[in-house]
């Protein structure tokens, strides 16, 4: 590991940096950034990261992969949502005696893609499944 650059902000590495423990002051935020590269964490035998008392945010300015090549992506939470997608509504209508509901199923494509498809009586994802092709 060769420092290029250090200062009260931190410290520029030129090429790859190998070490057991990377912390940050108390009570200030650790930054890992690589601003014209890209990042890469890797390890033999796994790498974690883990957040014991706040949040762990993930955020990107295209797309945000996660893959798994010989096994699962495992989501385990309370609550698992999807931001943006349309919310089911409930109105009841002056001129009909009917109360309207707008449902929607999530359907998933062979490629793994999610999309929502206007609830029946049973699942519309095949009658929709040509969205699939819009990849």
């Known amino acids: 590991m060769s420092l290029s650059q250090q200062s009260t902000e931190g410290a520029v590495f030129g090429h790859s940096v190998e070490t057991p423990h990377i912390r940050a002051e108390p009570s200030q935020d650790l930054k890992l950034e ?3 590269r890209s990042l890469v964490m890797e390890a033999p035998r ?7 008392a706040g949040d762990l945010k993930a955020t990107c300015r295209k797309e945000l992969h996660l893959q798994s090549t010989e096994g699962e992506i495992f989501l385990n939470a309370d609550t698992i949502r999807l931001g943006n997608l349309p919310v089911g509504s409930f109105s009841s209508s002056p001129s009909s ?10 359907c998933i494509c062979p490629n793994g893609k999610l ?5 029946g009586a049973g699942s519309t994802c095949q009658s929709s499944s040509n969205i699939c092709l819009w990849s």
């Open 46 to 52: 796994g790498v974690q990261i883990n957040a014991a």
């Open 34 to 36: 690589s601003p014209t």
């Open 115 to 119: 999309y929502l498809s206007p609830a």
């Open 97 to 106: 005696s009917a109360p309207r509901q707008t449902i929607y199923e999530i």
